[in-house]
């Protein structure tokens, strides 16, 4: 095998994330739990959001898939949690125009961090809804958590 | 249409004949030559199928059963041959093949056919009325069944598994009953690789007065199957995993059964006389043909049909099992693999599900991709399947009339470098 083609795919940040996952397990307190699935895989993730003063304080989750949709989640809890949610979005669209981008951008370190290592799996449309499962579990749980917050203080 | 079908009487199998008619087989994949195991997904044409479809398309092609030009008539000869061939290769008669998008359309039409019929007619469903399927159903032969009880308010139930991964048929006589309608099930399970009893269930449906349709989706390609001898009332299969064309599939039904079954798409060519508040339809076939069919398609399966009767169905399946048993054992002797399905080839076909402790099917096909090995991974349209043996997804191989025990090998030593890569077992 050539090692090079694997690596694109298979970033060593990437099986790092896989194998020492961040801030994964279910945790309390929180605002909103939501539950997504890959229909064509079976992967599937909840993602628990707690906001509190327009800020992401705690994301959790759990889940089980292949290693991309697992280290991308644990990627995108590193890059939201304690940040302004509108910062936190910032970097959701910004990782999704990566994703959309089939290989050919320049992934912002500053912007994505270790996000920057699925730059190649841009390239393997298949795997994009893997690399995206936590992030928009994540979005929705978000969305969901402002509109409970805005209920209650109204 | 006048391309030589491959000679096979002087050796046992030459698989290197065959695969000469497979031009894709010699194309590689990331460095290394293809090894395509991914058939029960869908399979690879032969030269002569690709050859009967593009010169009915230069010399004899136009709109079939709609005029009296030369060409009209000539590419109505040609359909109606292609059935004819596609009939005979399933031991049927003419005019029970109806020609369909695919399998999945096949198992629709009936299943809307019945929720059209009348309160009276045998094939009218209702509430206290049931549909049985199993649990290794394709949702192909799932979702239609779910639809129609829906619809009609009929109770879906069905057969479950064994942890063998057969069909657990101790409580057959409870779940397929007096007031069954219809039993349908899978010949071959995609995912699992069995192949069912067809015989112990028509014999329990048929003394309950039940229909029976047999999704041959997975058996018709791989082994002689003869619509008489099975019994069965409706079977459905589709022409892309029978190194056929993409967009044909095939129904057939008993003619009696048939010519009662009410219309399920109205349109062109399904009609007798039509007024402007009603019409009367076609006899079958026609009458499940509305619209312009699929006329290449229906000329591409019949040269299919001839590939691997040239072949020889017989012979294909010594052949698969030969391979499925080389799998099977080298799948034992790697730690940390598990089989999902039968692990031997005793009533069972050549799709092996099999999944590595600690990587996901996900990660081993793509991995397994990096060294030129194709399988499918996933949950095979079969999600009740995983569900019930506890695992999110598998990945699948499936060989075919063209792999050889070295692509087997090949698997084998990928699934090792899997291992490997992920640091498994
Ligand atoms: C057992 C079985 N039934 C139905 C189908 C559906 O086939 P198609 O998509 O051609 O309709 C398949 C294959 O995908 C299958 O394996």
């Known amino acids: 095998m050539t090692e090079g083609s694997n690596e694109s795919l298979y970033q060593e940040i990437i099986l790092d994330h896989y194998r020492n996952p961040h801030h994964k397990g279910l945790r309390d307190p929180f605002d909103i739990e939501v539950h997504h699935v890959n229909p064509t895989c079976g992967d599937e993730v909840t993602v628990r959001v707690k906001v509190v003063d327009g800020q992401v304080q705690d994301v959790s989750y759990d889940g089980q898939g292949c290693s991309i949709s697992q280290a991308s989640t644990s990627v995108m809890t590193d890059l939201v949690i304690g940040r302004k949610i509108d910062d936190a979005m910032e970097k959701a669209e910004a990782f999704l125009t990566l994703m959309q981008s089939r290989g050919t951008l320049e992934p912002d370190e500053d912007v994505l961090e270790d996000g920057i290592a699925f730059a190649g799996v841009s390239r393997y449309p298949a795997r994009v809804k893997c690399a995206l499962l936590g992030w928009m579990a994540w979005k929705d749980a978000t969305a969901q958590a402002v509109a409970h917050t805005a209920e209650e203080a109204s | 249409m006048t391309s030589t079908l491959p000679d096979l009487t002087a050796t046992p199998y030459d698989v290197e004949g065959v695969r000469r008619d497979f031009a894709i087989l010699s194309r590689e994949v990331n460095g290394r030559p293809l090894v395509y195991l991914d058939n029960a997904s869908s399979t690879h044409k032969p030269r002569q199928v690709l050859d009967a479809e593009r010169a009915f398309l230069e010399q004899h092609y136009s709109n079939v059963h709609r005029g009296v030009h ?85 109770t879906l139930r069905w057969l479950p598994l064994t942890d063998e991964g057969r069909l657990d048929l101790t409580e057959l006589d409870a779940v397929v009953n007096e007031r069954t309608k219809i039993l349908a099930f899978t010949h071959q399970s995609n995912l699992l690789g069995t192949i069912n009893p067809v015989d112990v269930l028509v014999r329990r449906a048929h003394a309950v007065g039940a229909l029976v349709l047999l999704d041959a989706a997975q058996s018709v390609p791989h082994f002689p199957v003869d619509v008489t001898a099975l019994g069965v009332d409706f079977l459905a299969f589709t022409g892309h995993k029978l190194v056929g064309p993409t967009g044909v599939g095939v129904l057939w039904g008993r003619g009696e059964l048939l010519a009662e079954m009410p219309p399920f798409m109205g349109g062109g060519s399904m009609i007798e006389v039509v007024e402007m508040a009603s019409s009367t339809y076609a006899p079958p076939p026609e009458r499940f043909e509305a619209g312009t069919p699929v006329i290449s398609q229906a000329i591409g399966l019949a040269a299919a049909c001839d590939y691997l009767s040239a072949v020889g169905l017989d012979k294909i399946a010594a052949h698969e099992a030969a391979l499925t048993a080389r799998l099977l054992d080298g799948l034992r002797r790697i730690d940390g693999v598990r089989v999902i399905g039968p692990d031997t080839t005793e009533m069972r076909g050549s799709a092996v599900s099999f999944v590595i402790d600690g990587v996901h099917p996900h990660d081993v096909g793509q991995t397994l991709d990096e060294v030129g090995v194709a399988v499918r991974v996933g949950h095979h349209c079969a999600a009740p399947v995983c569900r019930r043996y506890a695992v999110p997804a598998t990945a699948r191989a499936s060989s075919y009339l063209y792999n050889t025990p070295s692509e087997i090998d090949a698997l084998l030593e990928g699934i090792e470098h899997v291992k490997r890569f992920w640091g498994a077992a």
């Not at chain 2, 198992?107 to 509430?127: D, E, K, T």
């Not at chain 2, 049985?132 to 192909?140: A, G, L």
């Open chain 2, 70 to 154: 030369t060409l009209s008539q000539e590419a109505t000869d040609g359909y109606e041959q292609a059935r004819t061939t596609v009939a005979s290769f399933i031991g049927a008669r003419h005019d029970d093949v109806v020609f369909t998008k695919n399998v999945t359309e096949a198992i629709n039409l009936v299943a809307y056919s019945m929720g059209n019929a009348p309160a009276g007619s045998q094939f009218h469903l209702g509430a206290g009325d049931e549909i049985c399927v199993t649990e290794m159903e394709h949702h192909s032969n799932l979702v239609p069944w779910q639809l129609l009880a829906q619809r009609t308010g009929a």
